[in-house]
């Protein structure tokens, strides 16, 4: 890359503060600034704007239109949050609620030609924006019984000084941490473990935390572990799927009304809604 580009090379932001062990463990470290017992907290919040075109136009949509647009954002927001109050008996999915959510809305608000075009399209775009929060393909991917489980942390999103590897790098002062070891195998027993890198380098342990993605989990378990996996564990490593999510980041050097210009330039080329 060209110096002075700026990449994001991963994880960036603490997602809520309060009861974050990682905020603890950054703030215990001295790498943050600790924000925990303010008052105030939400005044870190990025206050998010959101302006829409349709693609390929270079006119932000009209006050009713943009208006609506606005709304089902915000339903969608509100569906997704509250998903597992009103759930119905027969509904699985966090998706089941979401397209319930999305009819019961457009049956009250009388919603039909442009106004439910502009109202679908935007439900799709808020769609669009959870599946890069969460890392999913698809809401019907995601089990209102676990969802039930999931709780934001309190506190705004603060970025990482330095990003988490600088964390990483603070946490590994002092400890043996060996990189350019790329485990081939892991044999196991009563008697322990046996880790073998492909560089030939061996390692004997009482027990191994075995960390690296479900991905490498999936493509790799068979060869790893001696003996092989139990089946039940390997079932419910193929239970968990991981979804795209591609980031964009755009800087402007332009004025927020030039916004709607460049909006309809992305959406020419491939994305529908732009937001800054
Ligand atoms: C673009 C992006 C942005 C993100 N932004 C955020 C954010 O802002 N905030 C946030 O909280 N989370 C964010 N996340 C999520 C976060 O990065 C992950 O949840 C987190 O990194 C998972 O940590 P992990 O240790 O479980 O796995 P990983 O970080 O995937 O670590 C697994 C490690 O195992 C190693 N490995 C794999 N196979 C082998 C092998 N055979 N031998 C040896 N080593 C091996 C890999 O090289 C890797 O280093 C982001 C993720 C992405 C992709």
New binding site residues.
């Given amino acids: 890359m060209p110096s002075g580009t700026a990449v ?8 809520g503060v309060k009861d974050n062990p ?1 905020y603890d463990m950054a703030v215990w470290q001295g790498a943050v600034k600790d924000v925990r017992y303010e008052n105030d907290l939400h005044k870190h919040d990025i206050d998010w704007q959101l302006h829409f075109a349709r693609p390929g136009q270079s006119d932000l949509l009209s006050g009713a239109m943009q208006k609506l647009a606005v709304e089902a954002v915000a339903r969608y927001t509100e569906a997704a949050e509250e998903c597992t109050q009103g759930a119905q008996a027969q509904e699985r999915t966090v998706g089941d609620v979401l397209r319930r959510t999305f009819d019961e809305a457009v049956q009250e608000e009388g919603l039909q030609g442009e106004a439910l075009k502009v109202f679908a399209d935007s439900w799709q775009f808020r769609e669009k924006l959870q599946r890069t929060f969460d ?1 999913f393909f698809s809401t019907d991917d995601v089990s209102l019984a676990f969802a039930r489980e999931y709780e934001s942390l309190d506190g705004p ?1 603060l ?2 000084p330095g990003g ?1 590897q600088a964390l990483a790098q603070l946490l590994a002062q002092g400890m043996d941490v060996r990189t350019g ?4 195998s892991i044999q196991y027993g009563a008697w322990g473990a046996l880790v073998s ?2 560089n030939g380098a061996q390692f004997q342990a009482e027990v191994v935390l075995v ?3 479900v991905g ?1 989990l999936q493509a ?1 378990h068979a060869t ?1 572990f001696n003996p092989p996996l139990p089946d039940w564990k390997v079932e419910a490593l193929f239970g968990v799927h991981i979804g795209v ?1 591609d ?1 964009l980041f755009i800087e402007f050097e332009i004025e927020p009304e030039q916004c709607a210009e460049a909006a309809a330039w992305l959406s020419g080329r491939g994305g529908s809604q732009s937001q800054r």
């Avoid at 994001?8 to 997602?15: P, Q, R």
């Avoid at 070891?181 to 081939?184: D, E, I, L, N």
């Fill in positions: 994001e090379l991963g994880a960036t932001w603490f997602h990682v890392g999103n970025p990482v988490y070891h790329c485990v081939t890198c492909s960390t690296t993605s490498v790799q790893l999510a980031k």
